[in-house]
């Protein structure tokens, strides 16, 4: 009896053992959203302002073929007032090649001194600002979602009105009176859509944070972005021709080769500015949660619905997940990684993330 007993008990030892130690063998999934688009250390944008201004026809003849050739997109600033019947034809190109453009208003007048800030009389946001909007939607069907002032100057009262325009998601940091320093680099976590900090192309580096004696200009923007984790926007004019600072053509073929490159490494997400600032936008705003087997929007604004768009999820399985995702009940692309992690992409505004 007493062996019968010391082997029930040995049983019931082992039993008891067993189940404290299945939760252990259980493993749950997780998520991560990414910083950046497809998990890239940092994102940059290409800007060529003054398109269909005086001087930049390098813009199509150099820097577009260059770019196209590496599977590049630039960013078109606009003089839309100033645009031909040809360059409107050519620009319906752009955009089907994946081109953003982006208001440069319609006729580049300046609204204050540069140096100064004195006011400078002609200004006028509809005009300048809405008609511009209005024209290219007419001539390309096409809705210009970011705005570049001239000289990157504007008053509170310009700016206030493009911030109450409804089709326009950002701008480009511009001074007045009251603003700080809009040069360097956006910082994901401290993020102004209104006011995109940028670096101008300047040959011998005057006004620029980069100086030629420590390389090419245009590649340490990209590499200040590498090195932080952030958002560096490029602005140039043209290439090879007679416009503002235009950048010789050797600088920019070794800028689209250096961008390429880092590109297909993985490291470098290089966009428009429009979809850099939906994605940051979006990963502060539209915070997800993982319940159970489902990817939920669990915290939403008015910034959230205005803004949202595809954003890159790492998720960690479960025991039991064989990796499968869908949306609304349609299946969602993944990328296998490694120690049964996958890659997907999902915007939150569209509805849960079913795992299986």
């Not at 580049?108 to 140096?115: N, T, W």
């Not at 490291?267 to 979006?282: F, H, K, M, Q, S």
Request: aromatic share 10%; net charge neutral; glycine share 8%.
């Amino acid at each position: 009896m007493k062996a019968q007993n010391f082997v029930l008990a040995v049983l019931a030892f082992a039993a008891f053992a067993l189940l404290a130690f299945v939760p252990l063998l259980a493993h749950s999934a997780s998520i991560e959203v990414k910083v950046w688009q497809g998990g890239a250390k940092a994102a940059h944008t290409i800007a060529h302002d003054d398109y269909c201004g005086w001087g930049t026809t390098g813009i199509e003849d150099t820097a577009i073929p260059i770019l196209n050739a590496r599977g590049l997109k630039a960013s078109l600033g606009l003089i839309a007032g100033n645009c031909k019947d040809a360059q409107w034809a050519t620009l319906k190109e752009r955009v089907k090649q994946g081109h953003e453009l982006f208001n440069h208003t319609l006729t580049h007048v300046g609204m204050l001194e540069a140096g100064t800030l004195a006011p400078i009389g002609g200004w006028d946001n509809v005009k300048e600002v809405v008609n511009a909007q209005q024209l290219v939607q007419s001539k390309l069907g096409y809705t210009m979602h970011f705005i570049a002032f001239p000289s990157d100057l504007v008053t509170p009262e310009a700016k206030a009105f493009v911030e109450a325009q409804p089709d326009i998601l950002g701008a480009r940091a511009a001074k007045d009176i009251y603003d700080g320093s809009n040069a360097g680099l956006n910082d994901p976590e401290w993020f102004k859509p209104m006011f995109v900090k940028w670096d101008g192309y300047w040959r011998d580096g005057k006004w620029s944070l980069y100086k030629p004696k420590d390389g090419n200009i245009l590649i340490q923007h990209v590499d200040a972005a590498l090195q932080y984790g952030a958002w560096s926007y490029r602005t140039m004019h043209g290439v090879a021709d007679a416009s503002w600072e235009s950048v010789p053509v050797d600088q920019y073929t070794a800028y689209a080769d250096y961008l390429a490159a880092k590109v297909k490494s993985g490291e470098l997400w290089v966009a428009g500015p429009t979809d850099i600032i939906r994605y940051i936008v979006t990963r502060e705003h539209c915070k997800l949660k993982l319940e159970g087997n489902v990817i939920k929007l669990v915290q939403s604004n008015d910034l959230c619905k205005r803004y949202a768009s595809a954003v890159t999820v790492d998720v960690e399985l479960a025991n039991g997940q064989k990796g499968l995702f869908s949306q609304n009940s349609t299946p969602l692309a993944a990328q296998k990684l490694e120690n049964g992690h996958y890659r997907i992409n999902m915007n939150p505004a569209v509805g849960d993330v079913t795992i299986r």
